[in-house]
């Protein structure tokens, strides 16, 4: 007799109990949960609620803690070419809904959110992030039990800016400012409809680099995620950045 189907909420469980935080995703990616990311959890009963709630919701995943992913849009020749080239190593490689891969490699510090900054179509996906665990769904996972170290070329490629020689002075963060702020900035961006895209990115990003005039996030992490959340909307990376800049500049 055939298993029994292995069910969104089942496949969630089965992550937490690997230490893996969870969170329900609508069928567009976008988070279910109203601080996304952050309301990632192993708790079990507050999984199996969000799935009894939500059956079919796809589960979302940080990243940056237990992995950072290379996201491959390889619907696209850019993409393709630059796989066919890359020579990376072996590593835990997830098949997604549109036949790309996300390519997951062990947690580095350096790897945050990025969209085209590697190549056109070839993203990463690090602090701050999170990914769709297709293999929930039933989608294909190459090499299951390797997690290779971020190959050198991606560090180079995402290597950040170097720091201010300025020492900046130490803030406190008061009440009123937390993560769960920045997390409605963000969410704010990514949920943006058609004809308030830009606006809101825009919007977004002066909201983030007030938080950078008061030392509470750094200059190149908030713009970091202002493109990120951008881009998720269907903004070109190009356009985001633009946009994010003008924000930065105007209110810095």
Same mark, same amino acid.
């Given at each position: 007799?055939?298993?029994?189907?292995?069910?969104?909420?089942?496949?969630?469980?089965?992550? /937490?109990?690997?230490?893996?935080?969870?969170?329900?995703?609508?069928?567009?990616?976008?988070?279910?949960?109203?601080?996304?990311?952050?309301?990632? =959890?192993?708790?079990?009963?507050?999984?199996? +609620?969000?799935?009894?709630?939500?059956?079919?919701?796809?589960?979302?995943?940080?990243?940056?803690?237990?992995?950072?992913?290379?996201?491959?849009?390889?619907?696209?020749?850019? /993409?393709?070419?630059?796989?066919?080239?890359?020579?990376?190593? &072996?590593?835990?490689?997830?098949?997604?809904?549109?036949?790309?891969?996300?390519?997951?490699?062990?947690?580095?510090?350096?790897?945050?959110?990025?969209?085209?900054?590697?190549?056109?179509?070839? +993203?990463?996906?690090?602090? $701050? $992030?999170?990914?769709?665990?297709?293999?929930?769904?039933?989608?294909?996972?190459?090499?299951?039990?390797?997690?290779?170290?971020?190959?050198?070329?991606?560090?180079?490629?995402?290597?950040?800016?170097?720091?201010?020689?300025?020492? &900046?002075?130490?803030?406190?963060?008061?009440?009123?400012?937390? %993560?769960?702020?920045?997390?409605?900035?963000?969410?704010?961006?990514?949920?943006?409809?058609?004809?308030?895209?830009?606006?809101?990115?825009?919007?977004?990003?002066?909201?983030?680099?007030?938080?950078?005039?008061?030392?509470?996030? %750094?200059?190149?992490?908030?713009?970091?995620?202002?493109?990120?959340?951008?881009?998720?909307?269907?903004?070109?990376? =190009?356009?985001?950045?633009?946009? /994010?800049? &003008?924000?930065?500049?105007?209110?810095?």
């Amino acid at each position: 007799m055939a298993g029994a189907e292995v069910t969104p909420r089942a496949h969630a469980l089965k992550l /937490a109990r690997r230490d893996v935080p969870v969170f329900p995703c609508k069928q567009d990616k976008a988070p279910l949960t109203k601080h996304a990311f952050l309301d990632a =959890t192993t708790d079990p009963q507050l999984i199996h +609620d969000w799935w009894i709630r939500w059956p079919n919701a796809l589960i979302g995943v940080p990243t940056g803690t237990k992995f950072v992913a290379l996201d491959l849009d390889l619907q696209h020749r850019e /993409a393709q070419d630059w796989y066919e080239r890359a020579n990376l190593p &072996s590593t835990r490689t997830h098949i997604t809904r549109s036949g790309g891969r996300h390519l997951l490699f062990r947690p580095h510090a350096d790897v945050r959110c990025s969209a085209g900054k590697i190549w056109p179509h070839v +993203d990463t996906r690090g602090h $701050g $992030g999170f990914l769709i665990w297709w293999p929930a769904t039933g989608l294909e996972v190459l090499h299951h039990n390797v997690l290779a170290p971020v190959p050198d070329c991606i560090l180079q490629a995402v290597k950040p800016a170097p720091a201010p020689t300025t020492p &900046s002075t130490p803030f406190a963060w008061p009440e009123c400012f937390s %993560d769960n702020k920045i997390a409605g900035i963000i969410r704010t961006i990514a949920t943006a409809r058609a004809g308030e895209r830009n606006a809101l990115t825009y919007w977004g990003a002066c909201r983030l680099a007030e938080l950078v005039a008061l030392n509470l996030i %750094d200059h190149h992490t908030a713009l970091d995620l202002v493109v990120e959340a951008a881009t998720r909307t269907g903004i070109p990376w =190009t356009e985001a950045h633009r946009t /994010a800049l &003008s924000a930065f500049r105007s209110s810095l």
